[in-house]
């Protein structure tokens, strides 16, 4: 046990957090960085400019506290995602964590439990830790895929208070079925379960891919968050936010901590949605690149998964954390993702795809066996 971990026990912690180590990947000083899905197109010029100018009229008033409704934001969402929906249908947060993290506070907590199906996005269980929220480990397929009828029957079983249904999955990028959302919610219909579709890369999705948006209506229980930091290239300002009924919302304002939402964060996401057109271009190219990706990584004998997101989860590695070791020696970081046999890398720019893939090729043919 080393001295910073043997001081953090000498506190009065609690008890369901000793023992955990903190959300995060290796951020590391390297030409090309595939391992945390940032949209690394960058923001637009035209974008910065926009952003500029309204960051410095929003600083004209930071003397004072900002839009505690953040009205004009909300508005703003309401109507990028449209379905008929509204400014009171949605609620902001400084990243889809914090949405995530108020969720579980108003409907989480001591005595309750919240459902996930691993692998998937490992800040689940950590939120849940972090409201005292009991959380359950739910079984997938031996191919990581998620029936209609399995969920439906562990959440009967179950009874969880709670249920995380990431689409596209991180870290596999696929998708769910709408038929999986709603089996989800009928399934919980005895327990009163709040049902979470996390569709933080949903821009991503090839096109046709239905929301689990359209499956609001009626469904006080059902939630879907959203974020702006990766197809609005913005993950450096924070900002994620939800669709749901408007009690929802409502309940959330009971949790959230006072003015939440810098100005300088509502001026930011606002002058990004009203220049999306731009982003939007580059959410396509990056599609191009991680479809890319997929076929060049089944010709080199390996295993990708179909991916609706802006990555791509593949397998047939003998030694995937080998493999990853070298790329990051030639300069390529890309995620040990702890899943035997396979890696996630994000899909950048039509460059550092090419660093990729070489990197890639050339470390496969000098190894002595190809992948199984």
Not at 149 to 164: G, M, T
Not at 261 to 287: F, G, N, P, Y
Request: include cysteine; proline fraction near 6%.
């Amino acid at each position: 046990m080393n001295d910073q971990l043997e001081r953090l026990n000498r506190l009065p912690l609690r008890t369901n957090l000793r023992g955990l180590t903190p959300y995060g990947a290796p951020q590391l000083d390297v030409p090309i960085l595939l391992n945390v899905n940032e949209n690394t197109h960058g923001v637009p010029a035209d974008v910065q400019a926009a952003i500029s100018v309204a960051v410095t009229e929003a600083a004209a008033g930071l003397n004072r506290y900002p839009d505690r409704e953040f009205t004009e934001l909300r508005g703003a969402l309401a109507e990028y995602l449209g379905h008929g929906l509204d400014a009171t249908n949605i609620w902001a947060a400084n990243g889809s964590n914090e949405v995530l993290q108020q969720i579980l506070q108003a409907f989480g907590g001591p005595g309750r439990t919240a459902l996930g199906f691993p692998p998937t996005y490992s800040m689940y269980p950590l939120l849940a830790s972090g409201t005292d929220t009991g959380y359950i480990i739910g079984k997938r397929a031996d191919d990581y895929g998620l029936s209609a009828e399995s969920a439906a029957l562990q959440v009967k079983e179950l009874q969880p208070n709670i249920v995380f249904l990431c689409s596209p999955n991180n870290p596999t990028g696929t998708g769910l079925g709408l038929d999986v959302v709603e089996a989800v919610y009928a399934a919980g219909e005895a327990s009163q379960t709040i049902v979470i579709v996390d569709e933080a890369y949903h821009e991503f999705a090839h096109d046709g891919t239905p929301s689990a948006l359209t499956l609001l209506p009626g469904r006080e229980r059902l939630i879907v968050s959203r974020t702006m930091s990766k197809a609005f290239a913005l993950a450096g300002a924070r900002l994620g936010y939800m669709a749901a009924a408007p009690e929802v919302t409502d309940a959330l304002r009971l949790v959230r901590l006072p003015y939440h939402l810098s100005a300088i964060t509502q001026a930011t996401a606002l002058a990004a949605l009203q220049h999306r057109t731009a982003l939007m271009a580059d959410v396509e190219d990056i599609k191009e690149q991680r479809d890319r990706i997929v076929s060049e990584l089944t010709r080199m004998g390996l295993k990708p998964a179909a991916s609706d997101s802006n990555y791509v989860f593949f397998g047939g590695l003998d030694n995937p954390h080998d493999v990853w070791q070298q790329l990051l020696d030639d300069g390529v970081l890309i995620r040990d993702v702890g899943i035997p046999g396979h890696l996630r890398v994000t899909a950048g720019t039509e460059t550092e795809t090419i660093a990729f893939l070489t990197s890639l090729e050339r470390i496969l043919a000098s190894q002595a066996t190809l992948p199984a």
